[in-house]
């Protein structure tokens, strides 16, 4: 039986629609299964066909709810026009799609910098503009951002800079189109063990558990906020007072803290 939920579309009274990107793994595969626990139908996207298939199959059954998969590689101009063409109309849209890369700016490949330059902010920001004029009121944006976007990360120097960019981008949305009625949020996790690492270059042996917040964890908070149309949540206790201390910081001491950060990772 299909679950029902006080989100429907007010305008048609048809159940509410996300589009969730990066939906296979990670932060976006639990973003979908707590909105389709509400009762929301889905448009997933990722470039992993098996995982979003099982994902569909998983959530149909465990509560009803219908989800498109969608292939495509948002890190193209092609693959995001594809995405806006086949998903249609959605209440909300979920960026979530993204990856870093860890090393020193010189020394890494940068045809893959400039990849995750425009799947993290490019993409992202096409999205945005093709959604968010077509939104109505109480539809709503949820942007992965990152605390790494709050200061300068040395050896992750272009990941840090893009998710400055959502962050702020997502902080000057918010003020646009909340008399609108529409918001945007700007999730900041920090460390989430998760695929990212691995594709980031990370050795998740060296990290440890401590300070680190499940996906689902994250899931849970990012959802909640944007459900209270909060501009920003940071995720994860141990994350909170980061962004207020360091942002305050002198530059010399921000730099100092992230080497120090990245040094034990």
Same mark, same amino acid.
């Given at each position: 039986?299909?679950?029902?939920? $006080?989100? /429907?579309?007010?305008?048609?009274?048809?159940?509410?629609?996300?589009?969730?990107?990066?939906?296979?793994?990670?932060?976006?595969?639990?973003?979908?299964?707590?909105?389709? !626990?509400? =009762?929301?139908?889905?448009?997933?996207c990722?470039?992993?066909?098996?995982?979003l298939?099982?994902?569909?199959?998983?959530?149909?059954?465990?509560?009803?709810?219908e989800s498109?998969?969608?292939?495509?590689d948002?890190s193209?101009?092609?693959?995001?026009?594809?995405?806006?063409?086949?998903? =249609?109309?959605?209440?909300?849209?979920?960026?979530?799609a993204? &990856? =870093?890369? !860890? $090393?020193?700016?010189?020394k890494?490949?940068?045809?893959?910098? +400039?990849?995750?330059?425009? +799947?993290?902010?490019?993409? +992202?920001?096409?999205?945005?503009?093709?959604?968010?004029?077509?939104?109505?009121?109480?539809?709503?944006?949820l942007?992965?951002?990152?605390?790494?976007? %709050?200061?300068?990360?040395?050896?992750?120097?272009?990941?840090?800079?893009?998710?400055?960019?959502?962050?702020? %981008?997502?902080r000057? +949305?918010?003020?646009?189109?909340k008399?609108? $009625?529409?918001?945007v949020t /700007?999730?900041?996790?920090?460390?989430?063990?998760?695929? %990212?690492?691995?594709?980031?270059?990370?050795?998740?042996?060296?990290i440890?558990?401590? =300070?680190?917040?499940?996906?689902?964890?994250? /899931?849970? !908070? /990012?959802?909640?906020?944007?459900?209270?149309?909060?501009?920003e949540?940071v995720?994860?206790?141990?994350?909170?007072? %980061?962004?207020?201390?360091?942002?305050?910081?002198?530059?010399?001491?921000?730099? &100092?803290v992230?080497?120090?950060?990245?040094? !034990?990772?």
């Open positions: 039986m299909k679950k029902t939920n $006080g989100f /429907a579309n007010h305008m048609s009274e048809r159940p509410e629609r996300a589009l969730v990107t990066g939906a296979s793994s990670g932060i976006g595969r639990e973003i979908a299964r707590i909105l389709a !626990s509400q =009762g929301t139908n889905l448009v997933i990722a470039r992993r066909q098996t995982e298939e099982e994902l569909a199959t998983e959530l149909n059954e465990k509560h009803g709810t498109q998969i969608i292939i495509s948002l193209t101009e092609e693959g995001v026009n594809q995405l806006i063409k086949e998903a =249609g109309e959605v209440d909300i849209l979920v960026n979530n993204g &990856f =870093g890369t !860890s $090393g020193k700016h010189t890494v490949d940068i045809d893959r910098q +400039l990849q995750m330059i425009d +799947l993290n902010i490019r993409g +992202l920001t096409q999205l945005s503009h093709a959604y968010a004029k077509k939104m109505k009121r109480g539809n709503r944006i942007n992965v951002a990152s605390v790494a976007g %709050f200061i300068p990360i040395p050896s992750m120097a272009v990941y840090a800079a893009t998710k400055a960019y959502v962050l702020s %981008f997502s000057s +949305l918010h003020a646009e189109l008399k609108d $009625g529409i918001s /700007a999730l900041c996790p920090g460390y989430v063990p998760s695929g %990212f690492q691995e594709v980031a270059g990370i050795d998740q042996s060296r440890g558990s401590f =300070g680190s917040t499940s996906a689902e964890a994250t /899931a849970r !908070s /990012a959802v909640r906020a944007m459900r209270n149309s909060r501009r949540v995720a994860g206790w141990i994350n909170k007072p %980061f962004p207020l201390i360091l942002r305050t910081a002198p530059i010399r001491m921000q730099l &100092f992230s080497k120090l950060l990245m040094e !034990s990772n």
